[in-house]
Structure formats: structure tokens, C-alpha cells
């Protein structure tokens, strides 16, 4: 006969009670970082959908959040960039996801790119650069001016930027701690 363990009740949720997605990693020390990780979770997929939707209504509707990310990092500037380049600025550890990305995006005729020496260098076409506009136009009109029109305060919006930039370094840390664990 196994022996139960004896499970501790949840309190009920207040209002005022911190929304989490996994209790269990809630900790009397860890609500904060928590509340934090489901904070990113819903304003991640959030915030994926959106960018699908909104090159969708520029009529890509094959493009999925990372090539989106990669079609934008690469025309930032208009600056010839580098694979490498771009996983850094995206802090993609994984170079053969922003490697497909590349090509997919090149096969659409979004960006192209130029061997010198050894490196390879991307940069976005004509038709590229002219998504990009569209994808901002649809933008401007679908979340800016809504975003606008709320009572939200939007300068808060670039306090939270760094912080999460700042929490990003965190996040870092730790995952090099656990890979050496």
C-alpha cells in the first residue's frame, strides 16, 4: 500500500491575490517572479498573434512571429546584417531557427543577401522595405491609435521596457546556472 502525501489547500483567490499560471512554482519568496512569468506569457502570445494578424492584413499570411521579428531586425536601419548579428540583437541562441527564418523571408522575395569573404550579409529588398511600411501602417491604425485613446499612461510603457530588458539579464544568468547544474 503506497503511503498519500498530504496535500496543503490553496487559498482562495482574493482580488487582490497575485495571478500566477503554475502555483506550484510559487513560492513564499517567488510571487513576484511568478506574477512576472505570467505577466510575459500572456503578453507573449498576445503579442505573437498580433504580429502574425498584422502582416496577414499586409496580405503574408505564411509568416509565423520569429520570421516577422527577423523580416523587421533586418530592415532596421537599412543596414546590412548578419546571421549573427541578428541573434544577438534578438537573443536567439539558436541559429538554425533564424537561419530558416532567412530563407523563408529570401523564397518571398522579402530579403536578399550578399556574400563578402566569408560572411554572409542580409538586407531587405524593395518589396521588403515596402512590407515593413505596410505592416506600420496597419500597426499605426490598429494599435496605435486605440493604444492612444485609452487613459493609459504610454510613457510608462518604455519604464517597463527596461525593466524587462533588465530582467532579461536575470533570466540569463540563471538558465547558464541550471545548463551547469
Known amino acids: ?3 498519500k502525501t498530504k496535500r496543503t489547500q490553496t487559498p482562495e483567490p482574493s482580488p487582490s491575490s497575485p495571478i500566477v499560471s503554475s502555483i506550484h512554482l510559487a513560492s513564499e519568496e517567488g510571487w513576484e517572479l511568478s506574477e512576472f512569468e505570467y505577466g510575459l506569457i500572456v503578453a507573449f502570445n498576445a503579442f505573437s498573434r498580433w504580429m502574425t494578424r498584422c502582416i496577414g492584413a499586409v496580405g503574408y499570411q505564411d509568416f509565423n512571429p520569429l520570421d516577422i521579428l527577423v523580416l523587421h531586425n533586418v530592415n532596421h536601419r537599412d543596414r546590412d546584417k548578419r546571421l549573427v548579428d541578428i541573434a544577438f540583437v534578438l537573443n536567439i541562441e539558436d541559429l538554425h531557427t533564424i537561419n530558416y527564418s532567412l530563407k523563408k523571408l529570401m523564397k518571398a522575395n522579402l530579403l536578399k543577401s550578399e556574400k563578402r569573404g566569408k560572411e554572409m550579409f ?8 515596402k512590407v515593413c511600411g505596410e505592416y506600420k501602417k496597419v500597426r499605426d491604425l490598429c494599435l496605435i491609435e486605440p493604444a492612444q485613446a485609452t487613459e493609459q499612461d504610454l510613457a510608462d510603457l518604455s519604464r517597463i521596457a527596461k525593466v524587462l530588458r533588465n530582467t532579461s539579464g536575470l533570466y540569463d544568468q540563471a538558465s547558464r546556472a541550471a545548463a551547469s547544474l
Open 122 to 129: 542580409y538586407s531587405a529588398t524593395e518589396e521588403g522595405r
Open 1 to 3: 500500500m503506497t503511503k
